[in-house]
């Protein structure tokens, strides 16, 4: 494996009188698929947003390419070369592809290249073999797996190291599901680091090359999907080594066995 790209050691954030974090540790490689799951209130939301700059640690070490870095801001985030999707996607529904991909980085003076900038977006798209009809149609035409998708793709016009998609594939069908996997493997190959934030553990299960379980503001397990099942992840997250899920998990891995 690679050296790790982003590394977090001990980091820890507290909201007044609630601790969100407590001492949690992080590593992701370039060309590597690492899920963070956890229940409600596991802190997932808070690491998320301390890594996309929303939030600073109050204490712990964060270290970028293999030295500490100060994430203070989210023009810092994405200047180190963390790209962040929020589940809310924050994309322009009466603008085209092209002006969604662009946005706050057009390219051109007072007259936009706007040639260039429909050939940078095809590029993009292809690289994630993207089914987009057109960069012309407008994000309001899209169906949500194309949003995401588009949403993704403006996350790589900074060329950056660690893409967060936070529950990528939350509200989707199956096809459009299928759809968004298809994009997170497609970053791995690339040779991105992916962080990827999901409840589903079909999902995880399906993409992931680790999950890291935070369970109540700390670390709950490091795992390599190859050596884990569904029940084991489950257990960590719920702190539980036996109860209806992990039951129902089992019964389920043993007849698909």
Aim: aromatic share 2%; glycine share 8%.
């Amino acid at each position: 494996m690679p050296e790790p790209v982003l590394q977090l050691r001990g980091v820890s954030k507290r909201f007044g009188a609630v601790q969100a974090l407590t001492d949690v540790d992080l590593d992701i490689a370039p060309g590597e698929v690492v899920a963070i799951v956890g229940d409600n209130g596991a802190g997932k939301s808070t690491l998320v947003k301390i890594l996309a700059g929303v939030h600073p640690a109050d204490d712990g070490v964060i270290s970028f390419e293999g030295r500490p870095v100060s994430i203070t801001s989210p023009t810092a985030s994405r200047a180190l070369g963390i790209a962040t999707v929020f589940q809310d996607l924050a994309l322009c529904d009466n603008l085209d592809v092209v002006s969604n991909l662009f946005l706050g980085r057009e390219i051109g003076g007072f007259t936009l290249d706007e040639e260039e900038m429909e050939m940078r977006s095809w590029t993009l798209l292809r690289q994630l073999s993207a089914k987009i009809p057109s960069v012309r149609i407008p994000i309001a035409a899209l169906s949500g797996g194309q949003r995401q998708t588009v949403a993704i793709a403006r996350s790589l016009v900074g060329d950056p190291r660690i893409v967060i998609l936070d529950e990528p594939t939350a509200a989707l069908g199956v096809a459009q599901t299928a759809e968004v996997l298809n994009l997170v493997e497609r970053l791995r190959d690339l040779g991105h680091g992916v962080v990827l934030i999901s409840h589903s553990m079909v999902d995880v299960q399906a993409v992931a090359d680790r999950v890291v379980v935070l369970r109540l503001g700390r670390n709950n397990g490091d795992f390599r999907i190859a050596d884990v099942t569904s029940e084991d992840i489950i257990a960590a997250i719920t702190g539980a080594t036996d109860n209806a899920v992990t039951r129902r998990a089992s019964a389920q891995h043993r007849t698909e066995a």
